[in-house]
């Protein structure tokens, strides 16, 4: 037993958190940074923050994943870190030639209480930008939120390059959140067929995805440009995927520029992409074509084609709140029982939204909004379940109660494809579909005795 | 690509340190100057090379935090202590698992906190009114959990910063338990200037609070020590395995696969064996010191190098047949090594590595591609000092400079009852005479070919410059580092946490890596950079149906 020291009995804990279900906010910041072309993040901090979050998403994209760091010492924590800031745009306008650089705080730089717009003018009145290069940032203090806070601040810090004209571009603003490459790049697809020209961003599809040619390019083609982000003033509207990742930014250029938002779950699984669809249709006044329903009516065929397998089968599902959201409504709608739902984020609205979700449920539902893995290992442990919905971490819960384990959300850093293939929309809820049941069919043959080992299902 | 071939020739290591610093602002250009050295050529502005000095704001560097050096490094893999990080999440978060520290813990009874994150899990209210008492409440609630040996406190960068006195919460709970040690590091990641400070605090606090809290005799006619194994990828099961059947007694292996126990027990060893001379150096001086415990440095790494610290231990305990079963384990393991070799080696013979990775691996892993019959064209170290690349010669010339002030030093004086010399000074002496040497480490610099280039915290930017111009056929270095240098076309192999590979410790570490490099450098992958049509995009001929 890997996790053998998880007792049964749950005993509640005000100090101590054992295995969490979130991380920290300077590793959202970085990710959504790297949505934009051209543009380098940066972590102003001691070193360790930025080595950390550059592994982690390298280990989770298989992609290399490159950032500056202020490389605090014991001097700048003591002084400010004003010196290595300034020093540090200087080195990387001179030597890797971004078109943006990206700062964000680390609890380090937070502490102390680094003014970071007062440093960045310092820098350019200095001459430390280059004309007609930008520095963005985004103030992610570790100690507040989650890696999900820290996506949602560095997307508002990209809305602060968008301009208005007064003249409308006719375009529609998508921040799709954390979400994979491919879901961004499925985003985009659907939005096209739909028939809708969007400004998504950030936009991580093309960037955490790249080809293998012999090339080497810190800037690879993909990501949201400095000019559309500049446009994003003059869009027709924006629909925001997510309430805690990307709704600040969408309300933020509704103040700023007009721009007239509304919040969407991110749109996994049927009802949300429909959702989704719709909103898409009547912000840009158009007919949704035959295509796309063809597409839905393939998810809601698999769904009538497999339900046998999905219906009241008890879930635990671990993951940051607009992906949980989105999943437990998606399970919920083909009959699965989501019992056990935890994610790392303290929110009492989270915790209301998965309660209405789950009203209907008969089976007890345990949700904790904030919790952690050891919380949930040990609901596992009273309540079994069919099958385990989490990140890479939850491979010891899985193993340890021999119970199938979907990966999904972040970190995935013992298994790939979630760059390539997406989850989001009907497309990516046919595969979310294809792995459930792959999971649990896999464990029917293993688990069925010889005479009723079956060949068809 | 007819160029690049010509340019390959031309290059002079000079041109490419020239190249290598071109693009840097002046000041930065200068500073690096001091940290790449042409070995052994008159052109290096300095004699020596500068190591251990900060980090330049802004460039991308290998390099982690004191923290990742002290709870990542060197605690993470002891399995039987609660690993508590008093910060925001992050730090703990990042540090749980991702290092590859393997440990068996099959033994009834047998504790396992390795799978386990635990953290303060501090927010704002923390920051603002002190994280004193839910550090205090955190360590209670693992107390009750689990009733632990041992409860260990990191302090992350902002509990610094807001002064949280780790160490006296540490000491009250322990005099509150009574059957639970609690200690403390302040590892805060801004102390120092790179992993290489966590180390020595992790380090320095092991000795102070573990380090001979057992007594209890040890059985074992051969007890050794081994120092700065960290069992990544199961390294330390294979030299464990070796040690068995040479007959010797490993008490305990500073970190990997380690128990508190072990740590308690360590003066009880006769002979201490250094493997990361940078993570660890200084406890081998400690246990000598203190209980009278000799060091001599060892390396498991590579098949030749295997044999010969064996042999050394050998030497050091001088048993005749001791000496024999030695000899006879090496003769048993060689023939399968030598087989591998020579399959191997008729793919890799003249190839190239590049190496660019923490303390001594740098070093180490020279000895098993040269065992391929492969040249390491340049190395470097991420965090080493001046005493790993010259040789410990040069400690009492070393500048402690302010960022190395910050680190506390221990001095240690000769326990009064349990100090005991395992040897006489003649005894000592003799062997010396004989050859072996005691408390020496001659470094890196004279390992390495005349020209080669020797780079202290190399960047990522040097790493690509590198790579482009003298296209090694294999480049060493960490996660952060890989899929950058893949995209050259170049293999890329982790040495920190090796992939998803290991053992390549020992003898059958060794054939592991051999068969790993063949694999790498020999891939059909790397022939795929081009599609036919960018290899030959001329339309030179008309199709039949135009």
Redesign the interface.
Known sequence: MLLRHTPNEVAERKALTINPAKTCQPVGAMYAALGVHGCLPHSHGSQGCCAYHRSMLTRHYKEPVSAGTSSFTEGASVFGGQANLVQALDNMFTVYEPEVVAVHTTCLSETIGDDLPQITDKATKDGKVPEGKHVIYANTPSYVGTHVTGFSNMVKGMVKLAESTGVKNGKVNVIPGWVEPADMEEIKRLSALVGVDITMFPDTSGVLNGPLSGKYSMFPEGGTTVKELKSTGDAIGTLALGEWCSADAARLLDTQHKVPCKVLDMPFGLKATDRFVDALRIIAGVNVPEEVSRERGQLVDMISDMHQYFYHKKVALAGDPDQVIALTEFLVSIDMCPVHIVTGTQSKKVKARLEELTADVPFKVNIAAKGDMFLLHQWIKNEPVDLIIGNTYAKYIARDEDIPLVRFGFPIIDRVGHQYFPTVGYKGGLRLLEIILGRLLDRTDRDAPEESFELVY | MATAKKKLVKWEPTDIKEEMLK???PK?ARKRAKQIMINEALENETPEITANV???????????????GCKGVILGPTRDIVN?TH????????????RRNQTDASGEGD???M??????????K??IFGGEK??A??I???Y???HPKAIAIFA???V???GDDIHAVAKQMKEKFGDCNVFGFSC???????QSAGHHIANNQIFKHVVGENDEEKPGEYRINLLGEYNIGGDGFEIDRILKLCGITNIATFSGNSTYDQFASAHKADLNCVMCHRSINYVADMLETKFGIPWIKVNFIGAESTAKSLRKIGTYFGDKSFIEKIEAVIAAEMPEIEAVVADVRTRTEGKTAMMFVGGSRAHHYQDLFSEMGMKTLSAGYEFAHRDDYEGRHVIPNLKVD??SR?IEEITVEADDTRYAPRKTEAELAALEEGGLKFKEYEGLIPDMDKGSLIIDDCN??EA?KLVEILKPDIFCA???E????????VPMKQLHSYDSGGPYAGFKGAINFYKEIDRLTNSK?WS???APWQESPELSATYVWE
């Open positions: 693009k840097y602002p930065v900060r980090t330049i704001p802004g460039i991308i560097t290998m390099r982690g935090c004191t923290y990742a508590i910060g925001p999440i992050g730090c703990g978060f990042y540090s749980w698992l991702t504790e396992n906190y799978p386990y994150c635990f953290s303060t899990d501090m927010e704002d923390d920051i839910k550090l409440a955190a209670q609630e693992a009750d959990l689990f992350t960068c902002p610094g910063l807001i805060e990641g801004y102390k120092g200037v790179s302010a960022d910050n990522q930017y690509e960490g996660i952060k890989k899929y950058s240098i893949q995209k050259l076309g992958v795929y950079m081009k």
